[in-house]
């Protein structure tokens, strides 16, 4: 009886995995109840790796290459048998193989603005995404730390692990590069090489290499984007107030054409409440230059025939230069009793 279960036993003479492209890191041997044949052979291709786990053990790594599976091929798992060397027996071992070859276009990005600290804004919150690539190692490692005893094991199994790592270690790699974020967008290369240094351990660490890291794209949240635009406006202008004055005057000749007054006087109307209110603009932002020089202020030319609509217009006008911290609240109560007076 012993005999014939011998006989019926299934012996396993060829070893080897060929990759269907899924994405698949690691892959189990279908062993079953079968044996590997003493002497039998193990193919190991190019991008690839195989691992022999005897009872739990990890008991050799085979690279790229036919190997005859022997006492003196496997010296490891010889070890661990016991085996002399004229014992030639067939013998059940678990076959993981891994996948070494790049895994690319695996995408990052920042679900929510992360916060940073930035030498010229002091703090920002942005967003930034792009991808990287990466490649299995060590699969000793991986298979003690990521894989395990699971039949396959793929690259989306293990794509929220990375994303999580490269978040974790962003905020840490724009500091260590030094780059202001005005100069990030121009020199993502430098961000994605900083962002790399930092990850290289931490991929290191479960059996992983990162071949490749690239940043796409740099990004403010609108609110914070509306307020890097008006600094870089004022960038612009330099300390020439008086282009800065004229500047927000134009911008605010859409919104004086859309409000017409509040007594419907007309175009002819809506007209001169936009010449008061250029005006009166060129004149606050002389008065400022020449503040800043220590000269005395130019007084503002008068205005005769001032209708109600016109001055309601100007007065809302100044109302937004006060609000935007252009003018102070006792320039703005100067001017008011100013305007108001016009309507005596």
Known sequence: MALM??????????????????????????????????????????????????EGKIADVFGPGMYKLTTQTIPVLTYLKNWDKLFESPFKSDVYF????QQVDQKWGTPQPITIRDKDFGAVRLRAFGNYSFRVADPKLFHTEISGTRDIYSVGELDGQLRGMVLQHLSDAIASSGIPFLDLAA???????????????????????LEGMTVQNVSLPEELQK??????????????????????????????????????????????GLGAGVALGQVLAQNLQKGLQGEPAQAAPAVTAVKPDDVMATLEKLGELKAKGILTQEEFDAKKVELLKKLV
């Open 5 to 54: 279960d011998f006989i019926k036993k299934q012996f396993i003479d060829i070893i080897q995995w060929t990759e269907t492209g899924d994405g698949t890191l690691a892959w189990r041997f279908p062993m079953a109840d079968m044996e590997i044949q003493y002497g039998a052979s193990l193919t190991v291709r190019e991008s690839q790796m195989a691992v022999f786990v005897n």
């Open 98 to 101: 891994f996948s070494t070859r």
């Open 187 to 209: 020199n993502q290369m430098e961000f994605a090489k900083a962002l790399s240094n930092e990850l290289s351990p931490a991929f290191a660490a479960i059996g992983l290499k």
């Open 227 to 272: 307020i890097l635009d008006q600094k870089i406006g004022m960038g612009m202008v330099g300390n020439d107030m008086g282009k800065f004055m004229q500047y927000q005057t134009a911008q605010a000749i859409p919104k004086f054409a859309e409000g017409g007054g509040s007594g419907g006087s007309g175009i002819a109307g809506d007209a001169m």
